[in-house]
């Protein structure tokens, strides 16, 4: 049973970063691959950004190409999310979530999932 602790979200100005964090412990790290999704009040999970922490491939949102970075450190069974040129439409509350599947087209393919962090980009 694979259990992800989310850290790192905050209340920050456009244009700021932040990075959070996904701890994972409980499985084989490398046999999963770690999405963060983004939720409003209101709307679907979204798939903002996976990473296959085998191989370190990594995919994303279109809105979030270039601005967002993910990573893991398998040596700590972590994977980050490094959001640079934040914008208040990223504003959301962020979840990482492990799966087989790197998809980030439906949450559903993601059977494990962290408590969430809220992000707050204020204009």
């Known amino acids: 049973q694979v259990q992800l602790v989310e850290s790192g979200g905050g209340s920050v100005q456009a244009g700021r970063s932040l990075r959070l964090s996904c701890a994972a412990s409980?499985?084989?790290?490398?046999?999963?691959?770690v999405a963060w999704f983004r939720q409003t009040p209101g709307k679907e999970r979204e798939g903002v950004a996976s990473i296959a922490t085998r191989d370190g491939r990594t995919y994303y949102l279109d809105s979030v190409k270039g601005r967002f970075t993910a990573s893991r450190d398998i040596a700590k069974n972590t994977a980050y999310l490094q959001m640079n040129s934040l914008k208040p439409e990223d504003s959301a509350m962020y979840y990482c979530?492990?799966?087989?599947?790197?998809?980030?087209?439906?949450?559903?393919?993601?059977?494990?999932w962290g408590q969430g962090t809220q992000v707050t980009v204020s204009s």
């Open positions: 979530a492990a799966g087989f599947s790197c998809s980030l087209a439906n949450y559903k393919f993601y059977g494990y």
């Open positions: 409980g499985g084989a790290f490398t046999n999963y691959c």
